[in-house]
Nanobody, 116 residues
Framework: QVQLVQSGGGLIQAGGSLRLSCAAS?????????MGWYRQAPGKQRELVAL???????NYADSVKGRFTISREFAKNTVYLQMNSLKPEDTAVYYC?????????WGQGTQVTVSS
């Protein structure tokens, strides 16, 4: 299993930028099939925001393409989500996860609130 600890997030005005971090322990992120960022807004289902595979391929939700970037730093065993040009509709609790062959582990979640 993988333990994931998130940091970052908070309250920001529309148009601003934030970076979320997801530090992994228990397994190298290099060996994890995929790591992703998801979000859940009040009254809505959790949705995929961005995904990065062990090979470095990335995938983004249409709503964040061109604004958000997922990246990883092997030395720190950490995955990041850089969020630019934030919009009020980006307001949600953001979760990172690690997807292996036989497991899916989640971070604790972090609130991102974008004011108009």
């Amino acid at each position: 299993q993988v333990q994931l600890v998130q940091s970052g997030g908070g309250l920001i005005q529309a148009g601003g930028s934030l970076r979320l971090s997801c530090a992994a322990s228990g397994r190298s992120i290099f060996s994890i099939n995929a790591m992703g960022w998801y979000r859940q807004a009040p009254g809505k289902q959790r949705e995929l925001v961005a995904l990065i595979t062990s090979g470095g391929s990335t995938n983004y939700a249409d709503s964040v393409k061109g604004r958000f970037t997922i990246s990883r730093e092997f030395a720190k065993n950490t995955v990041y989500l850089q969020m630019n040009s934030l919009k009020p509709e980006d307001t949600a609790v953001y979760y990172c996860n690690a997807q292996g062959v036989s497991y899916i582990d989640w971070g604790q979640g972090t609130q991102v609130t974008v004011s108009s």
